[in-house]
Nanobody, 127 residues
Framework: QVQVVESGGGSVQAGGSLRLSCTAS????????MGWFLQSPVKEREGVSC????????YYADSVKGRFTISGDNAKNTVYLQMKNLKPEDTAMYYC????????????????????WGQGTQVTVST
């Protein structure tokens, strides 16, 4: 059974940084491609970034390009989301998921490729 566990969320002021971690275990073929999503009371769950762990290809939502960086440590089965220059509108629950595909996406178009979800980690950015 695939398990995905997120950590690293917290409260920061605008302009600050956080690094989220996602540790995955289970069927390795389901974890080759991983992604981050966010959901808030004002936004439905949507893609933030995804990575093909062995090829290293990455994609980002337009709203986070240049501020967020996704990376992976295959030895630790962990995927990271480095978040810099955080804005109040980044406030959301962030979820990690195993994916069946990673490519250029927008909005909720990545959601249907998720095969396993974590419980989420809250990020709150204040002014």
């Amino acid at each position: 059974q695939v398990q995905v566990v997120e950590s690293g969320g917290g409260s920061v002021q605008a302009g600050g940084s956080l690094r989220l971690s996602c540790t995955a275990s289970g069927l390795s073929s389901d974890l080759v491609i991983m992604g981050w999503f966010l959901q808030s009371p004002v936004k439905e769950r949507e893609g933030v970034s995804c990575i093909s762990r062995y090829g290293g290809t990455t994609y980002y939502a337009d709203s986070v390009k240049g501020r967020f960086t996704i990376s992976g440590d295959n030895a630790k089965n962990t995927v990271y989301l480095q978040m810099k220059n955080l804005k109040p509108e980044d406030t959301a629950m962030y979820y990690c998921a195993g994916l069946r595909w990673c490519g250029a996406f927008s909005g909720t178009s990545l959601n249907g490729y998720a095969t396993s979800w974590g419980q989420g980690t809250q990020v709150t950015v204040s002014t």
